[in-house]
């Protein structure tokens, strides 16, 4: 059978080149971006207030974590990435580390599968993370990325806890897949 003239269809992974797999990249980067809210919304300033008690500070850390997360995860990541600017070495295998993340966890569209077997994303998150500590651990800038995650998770809990929710508008409140955090109403 001849295929002379036809335009292929098949999006396999045989058939994907290298500029399909970046325009993924890109479409999947902006998808998650999208979810970030405006900073103005972040730092508005008339929305801080002490809450009532330790059950209104709770309420405000959930439901302003699963608003903000975007924003958090990148104030907590600059902050990583500014700790390791004087460890050349460890900023190298930064890099490199969140170049196999995005590879290996965030922009992949079908399963891994390694020897034949199907590695679920469970397992993948486990052996990603553990090898990125580890490889930070062998670089010697331990201290400098325990410091600058307590700092980024002080912070982030600091103003979840003061940022009041009564202003936000929580239409992600089902639980979509994948989802790994839930606003409390």
Not at 9 to 25: E, F, K, V
Not at 59 to 85: E, G, K, Q
Not at 143 to 169: K, P
């Amino acid at each position: 059978m001849t295929t002379y003239g036809t335009i292929p269809t098949s999006t396999g992974p045989s058939s994907s080149s290298p500029l399909d797999y970046i325009s993924r990249a890109k479409e999947r980067g902006r998808t998650a971006l999208a979810t970030r809210r405006p900073w103005r919304e972040l730092a508005d300033v008339h929305a801080f207030g002490l809450p009532h008690g330790l059950g209104d500070a709770y309420t405000r850390i959930r439901t302003n974590s699963a608003y903000f997360a975007m924003n958090y995860a990148i104030i907590v990541l600059l902050l990583v990435f500014l700790s390791l600017l004087w460890h050349p070495i460890s900023l190298i295998v930064f890099l490199v580390c969140l170049a196999v993340w995005l590879f290996l966890y965030f922009l992949r569209d079908e399963p891994l599968v390694v020897l034949g077997r199907t590695i679920s994303d469970k397992t993948v998150l486990i052996v990603l993370s553990i090898a990125t500590l580890v490889l930070l651990l062998l670089t010697k800038a331990t201290s400098n990325v325990l410091i600058s995650l307590l700092i980024g998770l002080v912070l982030v809990l600091i103003h979840a806890a003061l940022r009041r929710t009564d202003d936000l508008v929580l239409e992600e409140e089902a639980e979509g897949p994948g989802r790994w955090y839930a606003a409390v109403s």
